[in-house]
């Protein structure tokens, strides 16, 4: 009974650190007025290039090379979400949704390659950095709880938060105030796209034993899922990332803890079930939403 508690704890942290530091990036992308569809995207460049770096110097201390590398070429990859949503004005659901097709489609070709992949693998090489029993606390944990507790103070106690949120709230106010809405918006992707890339590298070394095989299981949309019903406050989506990483962690130790035949025979349908709560749960949110007013809108100065 103890390891099989040890064991979902320890898979309710994994599927925390990764669900939060995704929903963080949504949230710092949309406070500012940008619709992020593209989390999902930025988690597949942040992963590839993380396995890349690994695979390439081979070398268990320069994970955390890795993960800036990943990051700062997921932000960059970001790019190309912000030059299309701000300067040309583009529907942002589309460019978030074509840069995940883009980033799924580079992920899936690479791992294919065989000078590259090994059986549609890329393995980084590297080893959990944690504490205790099997490493139960990890290193890639309490960064997410930092990045966490950082934002919770940027949002709240500075002036530059404050305007950031004032960017999807009311951008005219804040241009009259002489603030330019639309330099907030590109570091907020930019931001956003690097935490989004950090995921990435999370789900690499806690999900997927430290290999990528072409995609984050569409972690990034959860993530954007945990963000609306979360209502872009940084307590609540705290708080459904931890109900979400229950549920998928017991969908995935359940059918291998002989605690009950019916979990084992019923494996497959065990594990669509929390992908049916995010739907369900989804629907039920989305109708009391409260998204920032101006998000999804492009800033132009002529309609203030």
């Known amino acids: 009974m103890y390891d099989n508690f040890y064991l979902v704890i320890s898979s309710i942290l994994i599927f925390f650190t990764i669900f939060l530091i995704a929903a963080l990036s949504g949230l710092i992308s949309e406070r500012a007025g940008v619709v992020n569809i593209g989390i999902d995207g930025f988690m597949t460049i942040g992963a590839l290039v993380f396995s890349l770096v690994g695979k390439g110097f081979n070398a268990n201390g320069t994970q955390f090379f890795a ?21 040309l004005k583009a ?3 589309i460019s978030g949704t074509a840069i995940n ?16 992949g090994v059986m549609g693998r890329i393995s980084s090489g590297y080893t959990i950095m944690g504490w205790g029993q099997e490493k139960f606390f990890t290193i890639y944990f309490l ?5 966490t507790f950082v934002a919770g103070i940027y949002f709240t106690f500075t002036t530059v938060g404050k305007r950031h949120i004032a960017a999807g709230e009311n951008p005219s106010l804040l241009d009259v105030a002489g603030i330019n809405v639309n330099k907030y918006r590109y570091i907020a992707i930019l931001v956003s796209g690097s935490l989004a890339g950090l995921a990435g590298c999370f789900f690499v070394m806690l999900y997927s034993s430290a290999s990528f ?8 949309y959860l993530g954007l899922t945990i963000l ?7 307590r609540y989506v705290v708080l459904f ?8 962690a017991l969908a995935r130790i359940l059918p291998s803890s002989n605690i009950s035949e019916f979990f084992t025979l019923n494996k497959s349908l065990l594990q669509a ?13 989305s109708k009391k939403s409260s998204p920032p007013k101006a998000n999804g809108i492009p800033f132009q100065k002529t309609t203030r």
């Open 143 to 147: 960064i997410a709880i930092i990045a």
């Open 241 to 248: 990332s931890f109900i979400f990483s229950t549920f998928f």
């Open 228 to 234: 609306v019903v979360g209502q872009w406050r940084i």
């Open 91 to 93: 529907n942002q659901i």
């Open 101 to 116: 097709l883009v980033a799924q489609g580079i992920g899936l070709y690479i791992v294919s390659t065989s000078s590259i």
């Open 213 to 220: 095989n072409g995609t984050v299981n569409g972690y990034g």
């Open 67 to 87: 993960i800036i590398i990943a990051m700062i070429v997921a932000a960059a990859f970001a790019m190309l979400h912000a030059f299309a949503s701000i300067t």
């Open 273 to 285: 079930f929390p992908f049916l709560f995010s739907l369900i749960t989804m629907v039920i949110f």
